[in-house]
């Protein structure tokens, strides 16, 4: 399975940005679907931004709560993730993910760069 990230770039503080994500095949009904970014400084690790599992459970991380939502479209085969009220804090590289659990292969996106500054 291959994932493709748009959408990225450069926002000012306060902006809107919607990251889009597109799967090679249809894997939602099997997949949970993710986004995560780099923290500052740790260009190794990924931290989970917002997740939507099969049965369309939303969680999100406590710094993006009431402002960014993830949402998906099946017969596309593409997950979004709405980001509005953007701060320099979520300036990161953003990855898409998608995982079934322990025992499964994940994939990962390319990642996309958002970058939020004046």
């Known amino acids: 399975v291959q994932l493709v990230e748009s959408g990225g770039g450069l926002v000012q503080p306060g902006g809107s940005l919607t990251l889009s994500c597109t799967a090679s095949?249809?894997?939602?009904?099997?997949?949970?679907m993710g986004w995560y970014r780099q923290p500052p400084g740790k260009p190794r690790e990924r931290a989970l931004v917002?997740?939507?599992?099969?049965?369309?459970?939303?969680v999100y991380a406590d710094s993006v709560k009431g402002r960014f939502t993830i949402s998906r479209d099946n017969p596309k085969n593409a997950v979004y993730l709405q980001m509005n009220g953007l701060q320099p804090d979520d300036t990161s590289v953003y990855y898409c993910?998608?995982?079934?659990?322990?025992?499964?292969?994940?994939?990962w996106g390319q990642g996309t760069q958002v970058t939020v500054s004046s």
């Open positions: 095949a249809s894997i939602f009904s099997v997949y949970a």
């Open positions: 917002a997740s939507l599992t099969t049965n369309s459970m939303e």
């Open positions: 993910n998608a995982n079934r659990g322990s025992g499964y292969v994940e994939f």
